[in-house]
């Protein structure tokens, strides 16, 4: 790789620390498509469910970020309405579907490689359900405490608080 494309062994090694997401010193197919695919694009889709699972993680945030600058712009208007809409209780919101339930907890051991019930950034990474950067950004939403890997519980809350309900003897919020 060095000779064929002029680079420096501290190149190689970048590149390898960057895309051998499984950290086995190899670049196994799936992460040779991620080395090759342009940056901005995404690869094709592997797991429809599981990227609309983060999609909605994702959006909720954004929604819930722009909603809350809504809010602070709302102090410094020269409207004086005091009709802030109030979130509605956790235990008054519908229940999740069983089958959606199960869905996501099977999602959540598809992704768990090692079986130790988080996901880290690396795991995410290796899935190819999005790019590294989103991944991160992704583990980091989910577990503000833990940067670097997030809990089953913490994704099970993460998709109940995106999907507006709730599951039984869960606790959100």
Known sequence: MMQEFDLGEDEVRGIFEKYDASQDGFIDKLEYMHLMCPEGYKLPEKNRFGREVFGTILSTHVDRFANELKAEEHLFSQKLSSAQPTP??????????????????????????????????????????????????????????????????????????????????????
């Not at 579907?97 to 999602?107: G, Q, R, S, V």
């Not at 130790?116 to 999005?130: A, K, P, T, V, W």
């Not at 989103?134 to 577990?143: A, F, K, P, T």
């Open 88 to 173: 509605m209780p956790s235990f008054m919101l519908p229940e999740v579907e069983n089958d959606m339930w199960l869905a996501w907890n099977k999602l959540f051991e598809s992704l768990d490689d090692d079986k130790d019930e988080l996901i880290s950034q690396d795991e995410l990474r290796h899935s190819g359900l999005l790019s590294f950067e989103l991944c991160d950004h992704l583990v980091s939403l989910i577990d503000p405490d833990n940067p670097q890997s997030f809990s089953r519980d913490a994704f099970l809350e993460a998709l109940l608080h995106a999907n507006n309900c709730q599951w039984k003897g869960f606790v959100i919020w």
